[in-house]
């Protein structure tokens, strides 16, 4: 410590310096390696950066990251892996409460205390009976969890995948109450998920062994 704070105090004694000093280690100064940002002669398209292949899912995710038109259009269609038994309902319900009531209300009417308040200043979604949320995809809903919207922030971090798709669930039983569309996934419905939703779009999030904890 000491030592080396001498050493430091040396270097910087006295002038400015004018020679560069030696170089201790010069294949760590200067990579050997192509830099990130730099041409290529090996690759295909001569970039060193490339992109991750088309497609590529990251672990823990349902669909890819990249956000072009034909992922929106994918996260639309995205529909839950899994089927909702009450008990769980009741767990979408109790995380709801916390994660999204404080904006959203425990009415999900778009009217909790922090909007209420006045210290929020964007109206949250009313996605209890909102037209506009009625009909809005469960994907598009995950999205918004995933990803955020505007004002609203990502839950990703506080939700996995399986709760982010129990509170979907919770909305959506709400929504079947009042003016939605008949509620489809509960664990007892005939329409299965899986019959619905394209399997390379649920792949990813069924096989996710990171996050998903059930
Ligand atoms: C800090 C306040 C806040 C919290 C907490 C919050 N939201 Fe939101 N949410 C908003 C606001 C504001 C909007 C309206 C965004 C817009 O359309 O500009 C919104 C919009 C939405 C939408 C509609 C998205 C769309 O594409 O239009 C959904 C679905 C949603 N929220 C679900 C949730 C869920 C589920 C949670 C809990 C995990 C949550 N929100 C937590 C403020 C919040």
């Known amino acids: 410590m000491v030592a080396g704070a001498a050493l430091f105090a040396a270097c910087n004694s006295g002038n400015i310096r004018r020679n560069p000093g030696k170089t201790y280690a010069p294949d760590m100064t200067y990579s050997r390696a192509y830099d990130a940002y730099t041409a ?8 060193t950066s490339q992109a991750p292949v088309t497609g590529t899912i990251a672990r823990g995710h349902a669909l890819p990251d990249h956000l072009t038109e034909v992922d929106t259009n994918a996260y639309n269609a995205l529909q839950s892996p899994y089927k909702f038994s009450d008990k769980e309902m009741e767990e979408g319900k109790r995380l709801f409460n916390i994660y999204c009531g404080i904006c959203h209300g425990t009415d999900l009417d778009g009217n909790g205390p922090l909007y209420a308040s006045g210290k ?7 996605l209890k009976s909102g037209a506009a949320y009625l009909v809005m995809p469960a994907g598009k809903m995950y999205h918004a ?3 955020g919207k505007n004002m609203m922030g990502s839950y990703a971090a506080q939700l996995d995948v399986h709760q982010r798709w129990m509170v979907i669930a919770y909305i959506k039983k709400i929504q079947s ?8 996934m509960a664990l007892n419905s005939k329409d299965t998920a899986a019959a619905a939703a394209p399997v390379s779009l649920v792949a990813g999030g069924v096989k996710d062994t990171v996050n998903n904890k059930k």
Do not use: D, R
């Open 145 to 147: 969890i995933m990803y």
């Open 40 to 47: 290529n002669p090996v690759t295909h398209n001569g970039l």
């Open 177 to 184: 109450e009042n003016g939605g569309a008949p509620f489809t």
């Open 120 to 126: 929020f200043a964007s109206m949250p979604a009313n």
